[in-house]
């Protein structure tokens, strides 16, 4: 009887298999979250994107060279769309003809999430050096263009019982006119 057991001890037929059928799961899992995590990388890299080109939109629009007695949010209100439309959409619609509201970006991002805010930075002359903090005028305007939401398409992740991660970009740019 013992010789018979160190037989079945010592036969490597089928370990390949058995091998196989402990790695396979976890180089499956492994695979599906790398493609998961990769989608949603590139959707936050999208979004960032698009965050950064509306900040840059509305920082160089003429719109924003803004009387101080006027609140800026109200002067460049159309802008504002148009920047809303171009972070999500990439292009404005009714400017450049194909351009298509139905292909965001990233998937459940609106223009409604998209929030515009701008701020003026006192840029007084230092009276010892004789010289402002930063070049340019005072006060310095600077827009900030941000978004967040939930980002729901981890379908293997999802599985797993893991919460949908959310994407959160803000961008600030120093507004130089038109």
Known sequence: MGLHVKKVVQDTDGVALVETAIVLPLLITLGLGVFDFSNFFYQHQAVTTGVRDAARFLARNSCATWDPSVDPATACSAQIGYAQQLA???CIP???A???T????APNWTTGKVSVR???IANAVDKTTGEAPYVGG???Y???VSTSFSYSQLGFLNAL???DPTIAVTHIERVIGG
């Open 88 to 90: 999500v959409y990439g």
């Open 94 to 96: 009714g400017f450049d």
């Open 98 to 100: 194909s351009c298509s």
């Open 102 to 105: 139905s292909m965001a970006r």
């Open 118 to 120: 701008f701020a003026s």
């Open 138 to 140: 005072n006060p310095i």
């Open 142 to 144: 600077t827009v900030t």
């Open 161 to 163: 019982g893991l919460a």
